[in-house]
């Protein structure tokens, strides 16, 4: 939000104000910022000598990261005063340290937020002081002109007190009179620059310290990437409970359909006919529906993930791949139930593909964590000249991997080897 973005929204709650009350606040705001600004005076030297201090002894490679740290909370204060006084509403920006001298150095030198505070002090003390002192002036001669007026006379030896610039005070009727319009002339500036000086720096302050476009970019693609991953640990949890329901439920029900029908059929007797028939067609069809549904089953969300997890899955359907293959595995830990699952039917589709089309040996599945992301390597040392277009097996690997925001590689130069290669992110 920039400085003319801020004052519009600002305009029309100013507007709505009452004068005296946006007087008020105005000076108020001006008045205890000038001690502020000059304290953010004081700060950027502090600041250089933090900077200094790494090289003498070291001392500011501890100390620079909290200098700045402080700078973060000394100008949110100051944005929440500009944003209260302009009545519009904003967002805290981040505010604390990581983990380790390095990460540390890092944000502090870094972080856009950390060159916004900077520039932010800066033009806090080029603007500040002097709206501040502007506000202090008016108001002093405001004041000044109702307290020294009535005093005049007490300048009657040597040099007349002079109202108006110049004009000298000589008795009671000029003292009254001149005092009069000086004070009305005085409060009546203060009256109109106070709150317009007031928001004209309120925006300044919020122009200085709103995130960029970019860094706003980066915040929201973080926050769409954690809302993603909440939902899908929520699909992955709503399949096994559908896998446990058909598992346990429907399944269950229809194997004991089966075994009734299969008894039903021994005990009709040989001359049963038509009836006979139609329990046998009753029996295939159970059998039929169990087959079909054990095989939505799989698809839906593999059993043998939740019995023996990804690492025992991967094994297994490495084991009955239909030609040799080597599994590595390394410290996966927690994975999200809709990464797990994933990753198995990668792994599956991938020695699918190998078994049939590349006249392999052998193949490879390498399965390893780092940084936030699974990373899964299948090779093989067959022939290659992998062609995607040609079927839809790695078609489907590359839709599952984009589901979860993941990426593939596919290698398969004629003569071979093929490589496929495939991240998926998985930081909890």
């Known amino acids: 939000m920039g400085e003319q973005a801020v004052g519009e929204q600002a305009m029309g709650a100013a507007r709505r104000g009452r004068a005296p009350g946006q007087v008020w606040r105005g000076g108020r705001y001006l008045l205890t910022g000038l001690p502020t600004a000059m304290a953010t005076m004081v700060a950027l030297p502090l600041l250089a000598v933090g900077v200094l201090s790494t090289a003498v002894g070291g001392l500011g490679l501890v100390a620079f990261p909290r200098m700045m740290l402080g700078l973060r909370w000394w100008a949110e204060w100051h944005r929440g005063r500009a944003a209260a006084l302009l009545g519009v509403q904003v967002s805290a920006r981040r505010a604390g340290l990581p983990k380790g001298v390095r990460a540390q150095w890092r944000q502090a030198v870094r972080d856009p ?174 059998e039929e529906a169990m087959t079909e549904l054990r095989d939505v089953i799989r698809t839906m969300y593999p059993p043998i993930l939740t019995d023996r997890g990804l690492e025992g899955a991967v094994t297994a359907v ?64 067959g022939t290659g000249g992998a062609d995607e277009s040609r079927g839809t097996g790695i078609l489907g690997i590359r839709r599952r991997a984009a589901a979860l925001d993941g990426t593939v590689r596919v290698s398969s130069p004629a003569g071979g080897p093929t490589a496929v290669t495939v991240e998926l992110p998985c930081a909890s």
């Open 113 to 286: 937020a950390s060159r916004q505070d900077l520039r932010w002090a800066l033009r806090q003390v080029a603007t500040g002081i002097p709206a501040g002192l502007i506000a202090l002036a008016g108001l002093g001669a405001a004041v000044g002109t109702v307290i020294v007026a009535p005093l005049w006379w007490l300048f009657t030896e040597g040099e007349p007190l002079r109202l108006l610039g110049a004009v000298p005070v000589t008795g009671w009727g000029s003292a009254l009179g001149l005092g009069a319009v000086q004070a009305a002339a005085a409060g009546a500036v203060t009256w109109w620059v106070a709150p317009r000086l007031a928001r004209w720096h309120a925006r300044g302050c919020l122009a200085a310290l709103e995130p960029s476009a970019e860094v706003q970019l980066a915040e929201r693609v973080g926050e769409l990437t954690e809302s993603r991953a909440g939902v899908m640990d929520a699909h992955g949890a709503e399949l096994r409970r559908i896998e446990r329901d058909l598992h346990d439920g429907a399944q269950a029900r229809l194997v004991a359909i089966a075994m009734r029908l299969g008894v039903a059929r021994e005990t009709l007797p040989d001359d049963a006919g038509a009836l006979a028939k139609l329990l046998q067609e009753a029996h295939e069809g159970a």
């Open 318 to 381: 490495a084991a009955g791949a239909g030609l040799p293959a080597e599994v590595e595995l390394g410290e996966l830990g927690r994975l999200p139930a809709a990464v797990e699952a994933a990753a198995y039917f990668i792994v599956a589709e991938s020695l699918t593909n190998a078994a049939k089309h590349s006249g392999a040996a052998r193949v490879r599945v390498r399965l390893t964590r780092h940084d936030g992301r699974l990373l899964i390597e299948i090779t093989d040392d």
